[in-house]
Nanobody, 122 residues
Framework: QVQLVESGGGQVQAGGSLRLSCAAS????????ISWFRQAPGKDREFVAA???????YYAEAVKGRFTISRDSAKTTVHLQMNSLKPADTAVYYC????????????????WGQGTQVTVSS
């Protein structure tokens, strides 16, 4: 059983920064891609960023150049550095473990964290 635990959410003003973390317990992330998704009130869950086991990275167009996904050296924690935050980034952010399909499709993930709230005020 894999458990994913997000941390680092909070409230910031537009233009500010936050760093989210996703830690794995139980089995590790070994060999698998981990992604961040987000869900704003009344909207569908959307892909934000992914990092492969080989540290390849992928980003949604809306966050390119502002967000950076990374792993720690032990590969047990994945981070999402979010800079130049906008009110449109306000959402609950989830990390998830990918098992099949395209990274942007939430159906291809088997384990999800509980989510962490990010609120950006104007």
């Amino acid at each position: 059983q894999v458990q994913l635990v997000e941390s680092g959410g909070g409230q910031v003003q537009a233009g500010g920064s936050l760093r989210l973390s996703c830690a794995a317990s139980g089995r590790t992330f070994s060999g698998q891609t981990i992604s961040w998704f987000r869900q704003a009130p009344g909207k569908d869950r959307e892909f934000v960023a992914a990092i492969t086991w080989g540290s390849g990275t992928y980003y949604a167009e809306a966050v390119k150049g502002r967000f950076t996904i990374s792993r720690d050296s032990a590969k047990t924690t994945v981070h999402l550095q979010m800079n130049s935050l906008k009110p449109a980034d306000t959402a609950v952010y989830y990390c998830a473990r990918h098992f099949s399909g395209t990274f942007a499709n939430s159906q291809g993930y088997d384990y999800w964290g509980q989510g962490t709230q990010v609120t950006v005020s104007s």
